[in-house]
């Protein structure tokens, strides 16, 4: 902050403390800056400097107001009541503003020291400029190694206060998208990606997207923007669910007993463990598929009795294991494959984004898919950096970003699916091996508290559902409550910004994405006038006549060459 305070525009004066130890009360006319989540500062002495204390205004009240009888004639506007008795408007609006203290910006440390020297009675309160706060909220600037350009502080014009988040932080911490229906989460998400895969970032990207939004990010590869002069273009690749592949090997017994109908007895499920048991102490690891876990169950059949020197009481239970074994694994359309698995380097490499695309598969093998693949991953990284590796296909030299979207799916709150678990394991260590997860959905009140908590970088958008408020609330360390009362009134495309990838929580107005978004709601209106213009009727008429033809042949051939 080394701007002249006397340039910085002065807005009120300090009343004095507010009812938390952190606050101060200032009072002013000037209704129009002093909103809500707006930056201002006073002087105080520290030692041999004198600092410019920051702070973000969490409450105003107004305190006087014109008479009411001003104001009782809709037709005649109180300016001119007020004018004609000598009575400046200003003058009569008296605003009580609180202030919550964040403190001064140490260039050394990069970040904020509050010195917890409250402002005297009667001191001035300024505006911070829209220079200053462009050096102090964010930790990078727009386009510097590390930084992600996502928008602008919202209480100033667009572009004017630049908001950027830092990527190592987000990646090594975690991050959380939140937002309700409609209120932009796909698109921040899609403008975030966007920075990813900047020169400036060339990061490792994959997208679990169960809904088929993110295929516009193909754009990515034929955008100069993303381009750099030695060479860089980034990568998109979109899995569809038929290029899925995981090999059965990889799964556990967990993963195998969730994915089995209910109804599947205890008994059923013991003689599965002693199959996986046997697997385990006769096969290694990639070494068998499915029909030998199989096989080793219907050795069970004819095994050891019971104990009562009869095991003819397992046939049933086994022969019911098998059918259900067989009736979600053994199929020409199933996702699990005898061999084939899809590389962690196809998935993951810097400068590429990979998408899969999850819409066609049922949402139990989703969960399994994402565990998974969040396992294969964590193992690698783990066995990389501990040098346990140095080629092959668990060598990945390299840290990586997931974004789940609608991960309330893979962590669902009160219940247990088997993506939890590895996503747990992930949040709370994943900082030391370079695995970061980026979780999105619309409902935070249904996604895991222990999950969402681990996530110290928030982007949180509308959310009006009071479960979900009370869930942030209670999950969201870095946001103030006073921040999070604003969540309803928020306006699509608007955001407060939190935690560890910015220095301090701002109110936000994401940028434009720079490509398409493909998650746009549907215009059911438009849809339907165009499906009675007059080109669509043609061609439809065309397709339904095609479509008559043969069935009128098939009648022709029925009844013996006569026509109807």
């Not at 008795?85 to 964040?102: K, N, R, S």
């Not at 949402?363 to 994402?370: D, H, P, R």
């Not at 043969?550 to 026509?563: A, Q, S, T, Y």
Request: overall charge negative; glycine content about 8%.
């Amino acid at each position: 902050m080394t701007q002249d305070p006397s340039t910085d525009m002065l807005t009120g004066t300090v009343k004095g403390p507010g009812e938390r130890p952190h606050e101060y009360i200032f009072i002013t006319t000037d209704n129009a800056r002093a909103r809500i989540g707006e930056f201002v500062y006073y002087l105080a002495q520290d030692g041999d400097h004198e600092r410019r204390i920051l702070g973000t205004i969490t409450t105003r009240r107004l305190i006087r107001n014109l008479p009411d009888a001003f104001l009782a004639d809709p037709n005649t506007p109180p300016s001119i009541v007020s004018a004609l008795i000598g009575l400046d408007d200003e003058a009569c609006e008296l605003y009580e503003i609180t202030v919550e203290t964040i403190g001064f910006f140490d260039d050394r440390m990069n970040d904020f020291v509050n010195p917890r020297i409250p402002p005297e009675a009667g001191a001035s309160v300024r505006l911070a400029s829209s220079e200053t706060l462009a050096g102090v909220l964010s930790a990078h600037t727009t386009g510097e190694h590390g930084s992600a350009h996502v928008g602008s502080l919202l209480t100033r014009a667009a572009g004017e206060v630049p908001l950027v988040l830092s990527i190592k932080d987000v990646v090594s911490t975690h991050l959380a998208i939140l937002a309700s229906t409609g209120a932009g989460k796909s698109y921040t998400a899609g403008v975030l990606v966007e920075e990813l895969m900047m020169p400036h970032n060339r990061a490792a990207v994959l997208i679990v997207d169960p809904h088929a939004e993110y295929h516009t990010l193909r754009a990515i590869e034929s955008d100069k923007q993303f381009s750099h002069a030695d060479g860089y273009c980034p990568e998109v690749k979109i899995f569809t669910h038929d290029r899925i592949k995981i090999r059965f090997s990889s799964l556990t017994e967990s993963d195998v007993k969730y994915l089995l109908p209910e109804g599947t007895s205890d008994k059923m499920l013991h003689f599965l463990s002693q199959a996986f048991r046997k697997i385990k102490n006769t096969k290694r690891e990639g070494q068998w598929a499915y029909h030998d876990l199989r096989d080793a169950v219907q050795e069970e059949k004819y095994g050891k009795d019971d104990g009562r020197g009869d095991s003819s009481g397992n046939v049933s239970s086994i022969e019911g294991l098998l059918w259900r074994l067989d009736h979600r694994f053994d199929r020409t359309d199933t996702i699990f494959s005898d061999s084939e698995d899809i590389p962690l380097r196809d998935m993951f490499r810097p400068g590429c984004c990979t998408v899969l695309q999850l819409s066609d598969i049922e949402q139990s093998e989703q969960q399994v898919v994402v565990a998974t693949l969040l396992r294969r991953v964590n193992k690698a990284r783990m066995m990389t950096v501990s040098e346990e590796v140095t080629f092959g296909e668990h060598f990945l030299p390299y840290p990586v970003f997931t974004l789940l979207e609608e991960s309330h799916r893979f962590a669902p709150a009160g219940q247990t699916v088997v993506s939890t678990n590895v996503l747990k394991q992930i949040l709370s260590e994943g900082r030391k091996f370079g695995v970061g997860i980026g979780l999105i959905t619309q409902r935070p009140g249904k996604l895991d508290q222990d999950v969402l908590s681990q996530c110290m970088t928030q982007i949180i958008m509308r959310i009006v559902n009071p479960i979900d408020q009370d869930t942030i609330a209670r999950s969201v360390e870095g946001a103030g409550r006073q921040l999070l009362a604003e969540l309803p009134a928020l306006t699509k495309g608007q955001a407060i910004l939190s935690g560890t990838g910015v220095n301090t929580p701002v109110l936000c107005r994401i940028r434009s994405r720079l490509t398409k978004h493909g998650g746009e709601t549907f215009d059911a209106p438009a849809e339907w006038a165009k499906w009675h213009a007059g080109d669509a009727r043609r061609h439809r008429e065309q397709d339904e006549s095609v479509l008559v033809a043969p069935m009128r042949l098939k009648k022709v051939e029925k009844i013996g060459g006569i026509p109807l």
